[in-house]
T-cell receptor, first 118, second 114 residues
Framework: GAVVSQHPSRVICKSGTSVKIECRSLDFQATTMFWYRQFPKQSLMLMATSNEGSKATYEQGVEKDKFLINHASLTLSTLTVTSAHPEDSSFYIC??????????????FGPGTRLTVL | KQEVTQIPAALSVPEGENLVLNCSFTDSAIYNLQWFRQDPGKGLTSLLLIQSSQREQTSGRLNASLDKSSGRSTLYIAASQPGDSATYLCAVRPISGGYQKVTFGIGTKLQVIP
């Protein structure tokens, strides 16, 4: 099956710093990637849709200036949490779907990144 | 707005037992429903995907059913093993809106006791 990786798997940072999380599709091209956030004992909530070569689409309530998304290639999307605060501490998960008609209907998820802001 | 509920929130069973996890959704206008497994601190692993036109899907010891009209899906795990211990999530994709509108349940945390 298709593999999606994330880096880093875990990051601890001081309040006010910026953190970049990478999401890569390892064996397929992903025209669209999705960024989710999961708080403890809550369901995954979509933050934004990342489209290769264009601006990301953010869900209601997600600050686009705080969560910068770049999808520079068909295999890489990055999420930068700018000026992180303790309330940004969460589990961030990306997913991707294979582009085109052969892509099917499945989403493939990365292993997640645990962000802790002190 | 679609709401996805999973019952029970947690389940503990002895090894070897067959079990059923439930997922219900409020809007039956779905494109597909997907069951995932999530290990602690890890991402999601897709288990089964059921298209709206399908009634069930099987993979090994797993069987997922879908009753779209009643807004229900079940995940049946046969002969449970300690390695099955994880949180199981169901996710519903609507007919309109694409992946952006996928709604996840909170999950059922399963513990299989050796």
């Amino acid at each position: 099956g298709a593999v999606v990786s994330q880096h880093p798997s875990r990051v601890i940072c001081k309040s006010g710093t910026s953190v970049k999380i990478e999401c890569r599709s390892l064996d397929f091209q992903a025209t669209t990637m999705f960024w989710y956030r999961q708080f403890p004992k809550q369901s995954l909530m979509l933050m934004a849709t990342s489209n290769e070569g264009s601006k990301a689409t953010y869900e209601q309530g997600v600050e686009k200036d705080k969560f910068l998304i770049n999808h520079a290639s068909l295999t890489l999307s990055t999420l930068t949490v700018t000026s992180a605060h303790p309330e940004d501490s969460s589990f961030y998960i990306c997913s991707a779907r294979i582009g085109g008609r052969a892509g099917g209907n499945e989403q493939f998820f990365g292993p997640g990144t645990r962000l802790t802001v002190l | 707005k679609q709401e996805v509920t999973q019952i029970p929130a947690a389940l503990s069973v002895p090894e070897g037992e067959n079990l059923v996890l439930n997922c219900s959704f409020t809007d039956s206008a779905i494109y597909n429903l997907q069951w995932f497994r999530q290990d602690p601190g890890k991402g999601l692993t897709s288990l089964l995907l059921i298209q709206s036109s399908q009634r069930e899907q099987t993979s090994g010891r797993l069987n997922a059913s879908l009753d779209k009209s009643s807004g229900r899906s079940t995940l049946y795990i046969a002969a449970s093993q300690p390695g099955d211990s994880a949180t199981y999530l169901c996710a519903v994709r609507p007919i309109s809106g694409g992946y952006q509108k996928v709604t996840f349940g909170i999950g059922t945390k399963l513990q299989v006791i050796p």
